[in-house]
């Protein structure tokens, strides 16, 4: 509806700034955004199948078939959330950051409240009021999925394993939902009372340390050649390095301005990282074998 009263998608694009379009050749002695953007889209794709949530829905499947279908499905997701993406420049094209009427909302939230202004800007009021409930569905599913995803967790890598070891499946599951709907307040109490920027700077930080995962988890899945000491080291270095990164920036941005032989690359931090986290994993398993080794006769003895 919104691209029709607006023109169509060519009058959208032809009223967004040419540098809003594409991304900026990169100046001298850097690859600039060019780098950024790769290592973002593939840094996120590799963390994306490790969150607790994700994992949660894979293996509560009905079978293997109902993955297969799903994961078919993506591409028709992902073109989706393009064209969400597009309502920001369908607000470029709606010039809603020019209109005095949300000049107060603009004050208020800045760029956040472009696709509210959008919304308001293009529907009747009956609708937008859809549309907003839309967004808060949109926000409330993923946050449920987290939530359940948490108490399972914490059921029974923690519960069950150290508190009550003999607990009955049907005290395992009623300690699950006591402890999603922790979760669920816990959430709602950390964003109405915590400052606004601390969400920001941890939704930066959970792509960092969640792929810190992906070695123990991948190279525990296809080998066992990596030592179980070197793949913790290599965690640990991959989470303090990830961490320094993102601090280095000041919690504002997750890419990392790297310099390589007098070249800047700026790149996704959780990527750099990762890729300490295997080196320290490759370098450690040798020595952590050895010490295994030399110290396993006289633990015969």
């Known amino acids: 509806m919104i691209p029709a009263k607006l023109g169509g998608y060519s009058a959208i694009f032809a009223s967004v700034p040419?540098?809003?379009l594409v991304l900026a050749t990169p100046g001298e002695n850097t690859l600039g955004l060019h780098s950024a953007y790769a290592t973002l889209a593939l840094g996120?794709?590799?963390a994306l199948f490790l969150y607790p949530h994700a994992m949660t829905a894979i293996l509560s499947a009905s079978s293997g078939d109902v993955v297969k279908r799903n994961s078919a499905l993506l591409a028709a997701y992902s073109f989706i959330l393009g064209l969400i993406a597009l309502l920001g420049y369908?607000?470029?094209a709606a010039g809603v950051g020019k209109d005095p009427a949300f000049a107060s909302g603009f004050a208020q939230y800045g760029a956040n409240f472009a696709v509210p202004a959008l919304f308001l800007s293009s529907f009747p009021s009956w609708f937008v009021g859809v549309a907003f409930a839309a967004i808060a569905i949109g926000a409330l599913v993923p946050a449920a999925v987290m939530s359940i995803a948490c108490a399972n967790l914490f059921t029974r890598n923690l519960y069950k394993?150290?508190?009550?070891?003999?607990c009955t499946e049907a005290e395992e599951a009623r300690m699950a939902k006591i402890m999603s709907l922790v979760v669920k307040i816990g959430a709602l109490v950390f964003i109405l009372v915590i400052p606004q920027g601390y969400a920001i700077e941890f939704q930066l930080l959970g792509g960092i340390w969640i792929i810190q995962l992906?070695?123990?988890?991948v190279l525990g899945l296809y080998t066992?050649?990596?030592?179980p000491i070197a793949l913790l080291a290599g965690w640990v270095a991959g989470t303090v390095s990830g961490t320094y990164m993102a601090a280095a920036q000041g919690f504002t941005a997750s890419v990392y301005p790297l310099a390589v032989f007098g070249v800047t690359v700026?790149?996704?931090a959780a990527l750099y990282?990762?890729?300490i986290n295997f080196l320290i994993a490759a370098l450690l398993t040798p020595l952590c074998d050895l010490v295994a080794r030399r110290g396993a006769p006289s633990a015969a003895r």
């Open 214 to 217: 992906l070695p123990p988890i």
């Open 273 to 275: 990282s990762v890729v």
């Open 90 to 92: 369908m607000a470029i």
């Open 266 to 268: 700026p790149g996704y």
């Open 18 to 20: 040419q540098e809003k």
């Open 224 to 227: 066992r050649h990596f030592n």
């Open 44 to 46: 996120s794709a590799l």
């Open 161 to 166: 394993e150290f508190i009550r070891p003999d």
